[in-house]
């Protein structure tokens, strides 16, 4: 019902940035939200950033001041703002979606963010 699809990602040096874009494509669904999470080798995926159908944004600890989420609901794409990037920031970026109605969430193929020092 949903197709996420991920752009963006690559190697950048060390307080560099990069901007992820997620569009998503269907045929009739609602966002409650849509967010990034990202997955390390031998790590846990965590959720990075996430923005809600009412604009309300919440982010992990560890990108707080330097990483944005934002939303054009035109073209139901989120995008993720990353500055002042860290060897730590090195993951696969996933994107999420969650539409009124319909579970589970729906999930991007991952884009990879690898940060060199």
């Known amino acids: 019902q949903v197709q996420l699809v991920e752009s963006g990602g690559g190697l950048v040096q060390a307080g560099g940035s990069l901007r992820l874009s997620c569009a998503a494509s269907g045929s009739s669904f609602s966002i409650a939200y849509m967010g990034w999470y990202r997955q390390a080798p031998g790590k846990q995926r965590e959720l990075v950033a996430i923005i809600t159908s009412g604009d309300t944004t919440t982010y992990t600890d560890s990108v707080k001041g330097r990483f944005s989420i934002a939303r054009d609901n035109a073209k139901n794409t989120v995008y993720l703002q990353m500055n002042s990037l860290k060897p730590e920031d090195t993951a696969a970026y996933y994107c999420?979606?969650?539409?009124?109605?319909?579970?589970?969430?729906?999930w991007g193929q991952g884009t990879q963010v690898t940060v060199s020092s």
């Open positions: 999420t979606l969650k539409a009124f109605g319909i579970s589970p969430n729906f």
